[in-house]
């Protein structure tokens, strides 16, 4: 059974450092492209950053940068390293993960909320 698990969430002030992490369990890492994602309230959920299974990356404007993605195919996690956080990065964080042949999976979510 496929399971991703993200952890590393928190509360952080401005200007702050937070890295995420989500491990895939349960099949093959190596087979899926991994992505971030997160979603504020009241608002649609949106990219973060992905990576693919050769190592290329994609970054919203948002946080170009400011984080980086990144994947450890021996550990069977891909990361996020948020740094210069902001206000309006305050979000609940998922991790995507796709296979070759299209199959989705998300994570549970962790929150990252940026206050003072």
């Known amino acids: 059974q496929v399971q991703l698990v993200e952890s590393g969430g928190g509360l952080v002030q401005p200007g702050g450092s937070l890295r995420l992490s989500c491990v895939l369990s349960?099949?093959?890492?190596?087979?899926?492209?991994m992505g971030w994602y997160r979603q504020a309230p009241g608002k649609q959920r949106e990219l973060v950053a992905e990576i693919d299974r050769v190592g290329i990356t994609n970054y919203a404007d948002s946080v170009k940068g400011r984080f980086t993605i990144s994947r450890d195919n021996a550990k069977n996690t891909a990361y996020l390293q948020m740094n210069s956080l902001k206000f309006e990065d305050t979000a609940v964080y998922y991790c995507k993960a796709v296979r070759y042949d299209g199959d989705t999976d998300w994570g549970q979510g962790t929150q990252v909320t940026v206050s003072s």
């Open positions: 349960g099949t093959i890492f190596n087979f899926y492209d």
